[in-house]
Structure formats: C-alpha cells, structure tokens
C-alpha cells in the first residue's frame, strides 16, 4: 500500500501527519504498529509519532488523533494542533480561525502571520481524578523521590496528564529529564502514565523547560506541557500568569488569561512530504 504522508514540526517536536480528508483509504491502517514503525529515527521517517488530519465532527472544522512514538494513542498535542490547523488553513479544508476535534475536547485557534498560530487550550485541571492520578484533592508543591532526588512537583491536567517538577538550582534540566523522566512517566500514582516536566524559574516572565513525553521519551518541545509548567509555576507563586517558556527547540509564549483559558503562541513549520509502502519489510522493498 503507497502510503502518502508528510512531516511537521513545533520547535523541533517533530510529526508524521495522514491526511485522510484527501486520503480516506488510510483509514484502514493499524496506525499503533504504524506509528511505531515510521517514528523509529533508524529505520523509519522518524519522528515523535503520528498525527491524523481528519473531518471534523460538527462542533469543528477538523479533527486530530495522535499516536506516540511507542503506538500508545494520546488526547492531545499541543505542537501538533498547532501544525494541524495551519496546514488546514493553508489546504483550504478550514478558515484561519478554527477548531478542532481532539479526544480532550474541542481545540479553538487561530493562523496567523508568519507561520506563528495562537491556541486556546481550555482551562488547566488540577484535581488528581481529573489529571488521571491516585488519590484526593491536588497534587501541589508535593515532595516527589526518585533515584536520590528530591523533587518539588505539581500535577495539572492541559486534556492531559502532567507532572510539573521544579528541581533545586543546582540539578541540570536534561540531565534530569533523562534520568528520572522514565521512572516519573510509570510513577505509582499515574496508572496511565503521565508526560513530566522539569522547569526552572528565571524571571517573572521567562522559564526554562525540559519534557519526558508519555509514550515518545525526550522531545525538543511539548505545547501542553508548556502550558502546564506556566500554569503550575503560576499556581503555587513562582511567577506570573504569562511567560515566554524556553525549550529545547525553541521558545513559547503562553498566558493563563483572566477567564481561566490558557492560550499558547508559537511556530508550525513544514518539513517535508514523500510516500512510503505499507507494510513494512520485504514486499515494501522497490526492486
């Protein structure tokens, strides 16, 4: 099967889109073993998973399934909605203010110049039932250990799961990302697994950020949990309610406005689109 696809990315978190408004026939695909296949950066596209452009469904003009690297499917992609719907805008299927279907709710945004697109993600939820995690009440300024670490950590829920850690001043943020990011992902307390965050503070308006995603390991760039580390430094008083949030691949501007809704700012960039063969192996081989 010729599979046509093409890829995108939010500061460097970096996407497989089908578009099965154009291609509905794909519809047929495992897209867990898909996925799977085609992120794999050795030997497939590579990529940190896959993301559906669909129909929407009445309520939005498009609609949007994302499977992680690892096959897993998950509710939300902040990088990747913001791809989605310029490359919707720019395909002619919605206008420059849409929405969006996802499995965490209706999305709205905007494209605007300069390939930049501003969403509304919704209000933040901070109670363990709603982010996904054991136990009652919320998860705020809590003592996380894990492998010797002593980490301050806060649960939120952007329509899905995140915990929000603030290591001491002297921890490395990638470093931590990479050692504890796995263990925090499968915590006790998080029976779905959850995405993990490791921000620092550097001003009122300006924090540093690195992310362990659910289900794709270490990325360049995650929008929720940009949204989630301003919510929660804002939450418990480290900074105020909008900050440029500096990642690996670049920077985001989010704001918790007065209405509760959080709205995130930031690039959708095109790679590049070419067609592989399905499945993969042997029979997919051109000679």
């Not at 497989?16 to 897209?31: N, R």
């Not at 690195?210 to 989630?228: I, K």
Request: proline share 4%; net charge negative.
């Amino acid at each position: 099967m010729e599979v046509p696809f093409l890829k995108m990315h939010g500061l460097g978190n970096d996407y497989v889109y089908l578009d099965l408004l154009a291609h509905p026939e794909l519809g047929e695909l495992d897209f867990h073993e898909f996925s799977r296949a085609v992120s794999d950066r050795h030997r497939g596209v590579g990529s940190d998973g896959v993301i559906l452009i669909q129909p929407g469904d009445g309520a939005a003009q498009l609609g949007m399934r994302i499977f992680n690297a690892d096959g897993s499917e998950g509710e939300m992609c902040g990088n990747g909605v913001r791809c989605l719907m310029r490359f919707g805008y720019a395909r002619g299927y919605a206008p420059a203010v849409l929405a969006v279907s996802t499995r965490a709710g209706v999305i709205r945004g905007a494209v605007l110049g300069d390939g930049q697109v501003r969403v509304d993600m919704g209000s933040p939820r901070f109670e363990r039932a709603e982010i996904g995690f054991l136990g009652d009440g919320v998860l705020r300024d809590a003592l996380v250990e894990v492998q010797g670490e002593r980490l301050v950590a806060t649960g939120v829920s952007m329509g899905n799961p995140h915990l929000v850690c603030f290591p001491a001043a002297d921890r490395e943020l990638r470093t931590l990302a990479l050692a504890v990011g796995p263990e925090l992902e499968r915590a006790d307390f998080a029976p779905a697994r959850t995405n993990v965050e490791f921000a620092r503070v550097l001003s009122g308006d300006r924090i540093a950020m690195e992310v362990w995603e659910r289900g794709s390991g270490r990325t360049q760039a995650c929008g929720t949990g940009a949204c989630a580390t301003l919510v929660a430094a804002a939450w418990t008083g480290r900074c105020g309610r909008s900050a440029d949030v500096e990642l690996a691949g670049g920077v985001l501007h989010v704001e918790w406005a007065a209405d509760d809704h959080v709205f995130m700012t930031g690039p959708a960039s095109f790679s590049f689109e070419g067609t592989l063969r399905w499945p993969a192996g042997k029979d997919a081989e051109p000679w």
